[in-house]
C-alpha cells in the first residue's frame, strides 16, 4: 500500500527491465541442466533393478527374504531426507542464487553414487557395509531435495515466456534418458557378464560411471549464467540497499496458497509418476505373473516412445495453455486406466505394449508441463524454497509410498485393478483442484518478474500487453497487504 494516499502501488515496468532471452543460451541451459536430473534417474533406475544383489551384498548376514526387505528400506530411506534437502538447498537458492546450489546438489549426488561402486560387501567388513550404503543413499536424497525444484526454477527463469513449455520440458527428457540409461545398461551388463559375474563385481560399474558424468556434468553448468530473473532480483535489492529475502516462517504464512496448490499437484503427478515407471515392473512380475525380459524391455521401449511425447506437449501446452493440457490429460487417467491394466493383464505382447503405452501417453503429457507450471506457481523471492518444500513433501508423503500402497491394496482386496482405481482417485482430485483453483500460466511472464522475450520484435506486443503482462499483481498486493498488516502486529 501507499500509506501517504492510501492507494495501492501500481506495478509496473520499463522496456529496459524486460529481458531479451538468447534461445541458443537457454538451450544450452537446458541440456546442462537436464543432465543432473538424468543422474538423479539413472541412479534411480541402476538401484531399482540391481536391488536384489545389493541386498545379497551387503545384507548377506540374513535370510534371502530379509535381504530385499533391508535392501528396499535403505532405497527408500533417501525419500526421508528429501523434505529437509529441499528445505536446505531451497532457502539458499533463494538467497546465494541457483546456479551455485545446482553445482553443489550435482556433485554431492555424483559423489554418493560413486562411492556406492567403492564400497566393500558384507562379507569383507561386516555391519560396516550396509551402514556405508545407507549413509550414501542419505546424501543422495539430501542432494536430490534441491536438485529437482532448482532444475525447474533454473529453466523457468532462463527461456522465454511464450516457449517456456517446450524448452522446460526438455528436463522430464532428461529424466527419462536417465531412467533407460540405467535400466538399459544394468540389462545389458547382465546379459553380457553372466549373473554370478553381476554379483561378483559388476553390479558396481553402474554406480561408477556417476563419477565421470558428474565431472562432465559438473562443468557443463559452471559455463552458466545465473537465472536472468533471479539477477533481476538482486539488481533490484541492491539499488533498494537491502536484503528482503523470505525466512521459513514468511514462506509459510504468506504464501501458502502456493504451497498447497503445490502439494496437490505434485500428488497425483507423482502417483502416477511412480505407479507407471515404478511400480509397474513389479506388477508385471510378481502380479501377473509374466517373465522379468518381457516386462522390462516393453517398458523401456515405452518410455523410448514418451520422450517426443513429451516434447510434443511442452509445445502444445505454450499454444493452448499448460492448465487445459493438464485437464486433459487427468480426464484421459480417469477414463482410460481400467482399460490400459485390462489390457496389460490379457497377456499377449501387444496388448501388454498398448496398455503400457496409453499410461505412458498420459503420464508424459501431464510431465510435459509440469516443468514449467510447478515454478510459475511461486514468486521470484520464494520460487526455488516453496517449490523445493512443497514438491519434496509431497513426493515423500505420495510418490514414494505408490509402489508400497498399491502392493498393500492387491494383498489384501486380490483385485488387480487397484493400481488403476488408485489413479483414478489421484486425478478425481486433480481435476478439481485444477478447474477451481489454477491459473494457466502458458506464455505469461513468471510471477513477480518482467517480461522474458525470445527476440526484439516481441518487445512492443508486450508493452502494448500490460494488464496480462501482469497478471500477478493483484496476488502481490494481497501478499504485501498482509506483511503490512503483520508489521503493524509487531510494532503494536
Known amino acids: 500500500m501507499d500509506r501517504k494516499k492510501g492507494k495501492r502501488k501500481k506495478y509496473k515496468f520499463s522496456k529496459d527491465e524486460i529481458t531479451v532471452v538468447d534461445t541458443d543460451v537457454a538451450k544450452k541451459t537446458v541440456v546442462a541442466t537436464a543432465l543432473g536430473n538424468a543422474m538423479e534417474w539413472f541412479d534411480f533406475g541402476i538401484y531399482s533393478y540391481l536391488v536384489v544383489i545389493i541386498g545379497t551384498v551387503f545384507y548377506s548376514g540374513v535370510s534371502d527374504s530379509a535381504q530385499l526387505v533391508f535392501s528396499f528400506g535403505t532405497f527408500a530411506v533417501a525419500f526421508l531426507v528429501r523434505p529437509i534437502g529441499g528445505m536446505f538447498f531451497g532457502m539458499l537458492g533463494d538467497r546465494l542464487g541457483r546456479k551455485k546450489i545446482l553445482a553443489v546438489t550435482l556433485i554431492m549426488m555424483a559423489i554418493a553414487t560413486f562411492s556406492i561402486g567403492l564400497i566393500p560387501s558384507y562379507e569383507s567388513i561386516g555391519i560396516t557395509a550396509p551402514i556405508l550404503l545407507l549413509c550414501a543413499r542419505l546424501i543422495q536424497g539430501f542432494s536430490t531435495g534441491g536438485e529437482y525444484a532448482g532444475a525447474m526454477t533454473f529453466i523457468a527463469e532462463s527461456t522465454p515466456d511464450k516457449k517456456r513449455g517446450f524448452m522446460a520440458s526438455g528436463l522430464e527428457v532428461g529424466t527419462l534418458a536417465g531412467y533407460i540409461l540405467g535400466a538399459g545398461l544394468v540389462t545389458a551388463l547382465t546379459y553380457g557378464l553372466g549373473t554370478e559375474t553381476m554379483h561378483d563385481w559388476g553390479w558396481r560399474v553402474p554406480f561408477l560411471i556417476a563419477g565421470p558424468m558428474g565431472m562432465i556434468g559438473l562443468y557443463l553448468r559452471n559455463q552458466l549464467e545465473e537465472s536472468p530473473a533471479f539477477a533481476a532480483m538482486e539488481e533490484k535489492i541492491e539499488e533498494m540497499g537491502r536484503k528482503p529475502h523470505v525466512s521459513m516462517k514468511e514462506l509459510f504464512q504468506f504464501h501458502r496458497r502456493s504451497l498447497l496448490l503445490c502439494l496437490v499437484l505434485v500428488f497425483f503427478y507423482n502417483v502416477i509418476d511412480y505407479t507407471v515407471l515404478t ?125 508400497l500402497l498399491i502392493s498393500w491394496l492387491i494383498a489384501m482386496t486380490a483385485n488387480r485393478l487397484m493400481p488403476a482405481y488408485y489413479l483414478i482417485f489421484a486425478s478425481a482430485i486433480g481435476i478439481v483442484v485444477v478447474t477451481l483453483f489454477l491459473k494457466s500460466t502458458s506464455g505469461k511472464p513468471l510471477r513477480g518478474s518482467p517480461p522474458a522475450v525470445a527476440g526484439e520484435e516481441e518487445i512492443k506486443e508486450v508493452l502494448e500487453e500490460t494488464d496480462r503482462v501482469l497478471w500477478w499483481s493483484e496476488e502481490k498486493h494481497q501478499i504485501e497487504a498482509k506483511i503490512e498488516e503483520a508489521d503493524k502486529g509487531k510494532i503494536g
Open 279 to 403: 511400480y509397474m515392473p513389479s506388477h508385471l512380475t510378481a502380479v501377473l505373473g509374466y517373465g522379468e525380459t518381457k516386462g522390462l524391455l516393453l517398458i523401456l521401449i515405452v518410455m523410448f516412445i514418451m520422450i517426443p511425447i513429451v516434447l510434443a506437449m511442452g509445445y502444445f501446452a505454450d499454444q493452448v495453455g499448460n492448465k487445459r493440457i493438464i485437464q486433459i490429460s487427468l480426464i484421459g487417467v480417469i477414463v482410460l486406466s481400467i482399460p490400459s491394466f485390462l489390457l496389460i493383464g490379457e497377456g499377449s505382447n501387444w496388448q501388454v505394449f498398448f496398455g503400457l503405452l496409453i499410461l505412458g501417453t498420459l503420464l508424459s503429457s501431464i510431465k510435459g508441463t509440469m516443468t514449467s507450471l510447478l515454478p510459475s506457481l511461486f514468486f521470484t523471492e520464494v520460487r526455488y524454497g516453496g517449490l523445493a518444500i512443497a514438491y519434496n513433501i509431497s513426493a515423500s508423503l505420495f510418490g514414494g509410498t505408490a509402489p
